[in-house]
């Protein structure tokens, strides 16, 4: 059927770290948010995995880069350049004329209207006819399984590489929402500064990445739970002369606490911003936690103990928003919570 399709439909999970793009119904792309240019022609080298192995390690004439950040386009030139090269690994190459691709993009709860432009028009310098645009929690909520036009409140919180988004759902709208540019990237960022200052070694954004999968941890005391410490190898700050360092849990429980507390905060202040009735639904279902954030060790603990509602992670918390704008696309003509 493929042949004869003047209309190909994905949905496509723009994120700060990774983006990831459905099509019917599954996932058929999922790489880092990473391109790699030509300086001098500006033609694209790599895209995805690829960029993001030279990361860090090119020449003068090549640039890579993360066209976002914060969760919004920092780019807008290499943004366009990455979606086309992702769009690219979608099409089979069986069409007999370049389908016109009809897009839902998740983009975050408190985008501008200029940082909503910038999303639509990349979406169609990248080939997009039909653009939809869905915020990041309600698709994750649509992700997680919940049914989001229903009479009831349903909270959640998306943690992501750049921003982390917040809301309270109802009746297929957002009542309340709080989205803060803290997530991902800037624990990363504290887990850098922390090796520096404590250990006095250099480590790159990857290497800080890694040691957040590895021993990353929102709780001082995870039991049985512990990971084993992490061997982080690099450059000492004074002498440059290699250096070995074991890195445990606790001092990255430590190290990353404030950034953690800002979330707290901001999941606070969705809270009191609720309408009682809402709040009682929360109370009842819970709170659902999404994106990579969520993998973070003991954080759905930390925050159960702090806000004392508990919360839940979900079962793919990677790729719920992903999930959930590929259901928004089979459904452009139902729900109205799509902008376009």
């Known amino acids: 059927m493929g042949f004869f399709s003047l209309t190909q439909d994905i949905a496509m999970d723009l ?24 300086r001098k022609t500006n033609k694209m080298i790599a895209v995805g995995t690829q960029a993001k192995m030279m990361y860090g390690k090119e020449h003068e004439g090549i640039r890579t880069c993360r066209p976002l950040r914060d969760g919004v386009i920092a780019d807008f030139f290499a943004c366009e350049q990455m979606m086309r090269g992702l769009i ?53 909520a649509i992700g997680c399984g919940i049914d989001v ?8 919180v998306d943690i992501g590489g750049g921003s982390t988004e917040i809301a309270i759902i109802s009746l297929g709208g957002i ?26 070694i250099r480590v790159g954004e990857r290497m800080a990445e890694r040691i957040k999968i590895h021993v990353g941890s929102a709780l001082t005391d995870l039991g049985e739970e512990a990971p084993d410490d992490y061997i982080v190898h690099g450059p000492d700050r004074v002498t440059a002369l290699p250096k070995e360092v074991a890195v445990c849990y606790q001092e990255i429980s430590h190290c990353i606490d404030k950034t953690i507390a800002k979330i707290e905060t901001a999941v606070l ?9 809402l709040y009682a639904d929360i109370v009842h279902n819970g709170i659902w936690l999404t994106g990579g954030g969520a993998l973070l ?3 759905d603990k930390r925050l159960t103990d702090k806000i004392q509602i508990p919360f839940h992670v979900d079962d793919d918390p990677l790729h719920s928003v992903a999930k959930g704008t590929g259901i928004a696309l089979k459904n452009v003509n139902n729900f109205q919570f799509l902008m376009r």
């Open 15 to 38: 994120g700060t770290a990774n983006t990831i793009i459905t099509s019917n119904g599954k996932i058929v792309v999922d790489e880092p948010s990473v391109v790699a240019l030509d």
């Open 269 to 277: 202040q969705a809270l009191e911003a609720t309408p009682p009735e």
């Open 175 to 200: 009542v309340s929402n709080n989205s803060i540019r803290v997530a991902g990237d800037e624990l990363t960022a504290d887990i850098q500064e922390y090796m520096a200052r404590q250990h006095n």
């Open 149 to 156: 036009e229903a009479a009831e409140g349903q909270m959640i």
């Open 297 to 299: 060790r003991g954080l």
């Open 88 to 140: 690219k690994m979608v099409k089979t190459g069986h069409h007999l004329f370049t389908p016109s691709l009809r897009m839902v993009i998740g983009v975050p709860s408190g985008s501008t209207e200029v940082e909503l432009r910038a999303v639509r028009d990349s979406a169609e310098h990248s080939g997009g006819r039909d653009v939809y645009l869905i915020y990041e929690p309600m698709a994750a």
